[in-house]
């Protein structure tokens, strides 16, 4: 069993709609998690972390935490094409010194 | 400008050469990381370093070898490259104590 699982994708989703990424890890002590997206040829970009289960929301993204169920999701409202990207989980581990990263869910935002 | 930067950018070479790649960062971060990605593939972290004099090995085994003299600098040597060394070399760092990483451009290696 890989440490961060995601699904690879492609999730399509039509321009406008909600677009629902999830990741689960195995790590129980693990307290930080992040989500990057990566455009395809270029390095990721930090666009959410979270620390404490329940929601957090940053404009059009939303990430949700269950420590319990061991998996955090991401929800990206009114989709953009320019959202069309590899989104990449990022889990720290219970030593604290590094991040797993899982192996990122392609989305395409269709107009 | 705060920011992490990485040279070269694209670098095709021979079999055989040593070869560095530069990464150095304006942001005071104590902490910072060596990663290699394949195109369509995982993230593999090779090397980290907590600060200067510190460097660790990474999850992924890798020929190459790192040293942090300065606390803005994190060099990846390879002393001799070969053709499975080909891959995007990307460059991360965080603050002492957080693991909010922030990545570099990259380097894409061509060994040829």
């Known amino acids: 069993q890989k440490e961060v699982e995601q699904n690879s994708g492609p999730l399509s989703v039509p321009e406008g709609a909600i677009a629902s990424l999830n990741c689960t890890y195995s790590?129980?002590?693990?307290?930080?998690f992040f989500w990057y997206r990566q455009y395809s040829g270029k390095s990721p970009e930090l666009i959410m972390s979270?620390?404490?289960?329940g929601d957090k929301e940053d404009g059009r993204f939303t990430a949700q935490l269950n420590k319990a169920s061991q998996y955090v999701s991401l929800l990206i409202r009114d989709s953009q094409p320019s959202d069309s990207a590899t989104y990449l989980c990022?889990?720290?581990?219970?030593?604290?010194?590094?991040?797993?990263f899982g192996g990122g869910t392609r989305v395409l935002v269709k107009p | 400008e705060a920011d992490i930067y990485q040279t070269p950018r694209y670098l095709v070479i021979g079999t055989g050469k040593k070869i560095t790649l530069e990464c150095s960062q304006t942001?005071?971060?104590?902490?910072m990381y060596w990663y290699q990605q394949d195109p369509g593939m995982e993230l593999h972290l090779i090397h980290y370093?907590?600060?200067?004099?510190?460097?660790e090995k990474g999850d992924l085994s890798s020929e190459s070898t790192v040293s942090r003299i300065r606390t803005e600098h994190f060099p990846l040597t390879l002393e001799s490259a070969r053709p499975s060394h080909t891959s995007q070399y990307l460059c991360?760092?965080?603050?002492?104590?957080?693991?909010?990483?922030?990545f570099g451009p990259g380097t894409r290696l061509t060994v040829l």
């Open positions: 991360a760092s965080s603050v002492a104590g957080r693991n909010e990483q922030f």
């Open positions: 790590d129980r002590g693990s307290q930080s």
């Open positions: 979270i620390y404490s289960n």
């Open positions: 990022a889990v720290e581990g219970s030593a604290g010194n590094k991040l797993t």
């Open positions: 942001m005071g971060h104590d902490k």
């Open positions: 370093s907590y600060g200067v004099n510190s460097t």
